[in-house]
């Protein structure tokens, strides 16, 4: 099994016109190929504005996603994995914050639902509420891939020490937290949460935002992280937009784990 992993974040502007986005994402994608990502990733609501009212106007269906075709075949013409940031996802009448993954063929091998949705009322900051338009998932999502398994959390589910236990228990050496802080909880929190799920699950942990628009009714926090088993900081990106590219080796993992075996799920 391979251990040495380059993995690719796409730190993008995203505006409130769809195909522009989609049109960024894939030369961001392609870029990342060139550069020699084996797995690929999106932040999140890469395809819309970050906005509760636009959620509904973006929304699509995960079996005819325009979105996801043009993921699909960017994976597919690349070679590569990727970690399709989250889409608005419309489903039975609900509408999900929804990330998928692809394979090196372009077929999906993880979707994951938004499990904690983005509810906070910050005094004197910032007032958001997911849940006047979104359903939360309910799912731990791990997936399958030629490194091992990959886990897949978004944004405010990193607040969540559970469900990223989980991922990790369910066998996750790599976790993937597409994400859009903002410029409350950004410069607050995001350091810490970033390294504090590595830390606390062993595990490689990268989590890529959309870049810092200043124009926009939403401000993204931005610099994009990869953090290791140690807690350490190994690549991070600043607010602007801009490609990262981040080596790992899996096998510090295991070396971590064996050395502070606080999970005792050495393998």
Same mark, same amino acid.
């Given at each position: ?23 960024k994402a894939a ?32 929304? $699509?269906?995960? $079996? ?24 608005? $996802? ?115 942990h990268a989590a890529v ?29 600043? $607010? ?28």
């Amino acid at each position: 099994m391979k251990t040495n992993i380059k993995l690719g974040l796409c730190q993008m502007t995203v505006s409130d016109n769809k195909d522009d986005n989609l049109k960024k994402a894939a030369s961001m994608l392609d870029e990342c190929c060139k550069l020699g990502a084996d797995i690929a990733i999106l932040p999140e609501m890469f395809n819309c504005p970050y906005d509760t009212k636009m959620f509904p106007l973006y929304t $699509e269906n995960l $079996e005819n996603s325009k979105t996801l075709s043009v993921i699909s075949d960017s994976a597919k013409y690349n070679n590569m994995y990727i970690v399709a940031g989250t889409i608005p $996802e419309s489903s039975d009448g609900c509408i999900y914050n929804t990330s998928v993954m692809f394979d090196r063929e372009g077929n999906i091998i993880a979707i994951h639902r938004k499990v904690h949705l983005f509810d906070i009322n910050i005094k004197g900051g910032i007032v958001f509420r997911e849940s006047d338009v979104l359903t939360a998932g309910k799912s731990v999502t791990v997936a399958e891939t030629e490194f091992g398994r990959v886990g897949i959390g978004i944004c405010f589910d990193m607040r969540f020490t559970e469900l990223y236990s989980k991922m990790t228990e369910a066998g996750a050496k790599i976790i993937i937290t597409p994400a859009s802080f903002n410029m409350t909880t950004g410069p607050a929190h995001w350091d810490l949460l970033v390294r504090a799920r590595a830390l606390d699950n062993q595990v490689f942990h990268a989590a890529v935002s959309s870049a810092r628009n200043s124009k926009a009714d939403y401000v993204s926090y931005g610099n994009s992280m990869v953090c290791d088993p140690w807690g350490s900081i190994i690549s991070r990106a600043d $607010e602007k937009e801009g490609i990262m590219i981040a080596d790992i080796d899996l096998k510090m993992v295991n070396s971590v784990r064996s050395q502070i075996p606080v999970n005792k799920i050495i393998d």
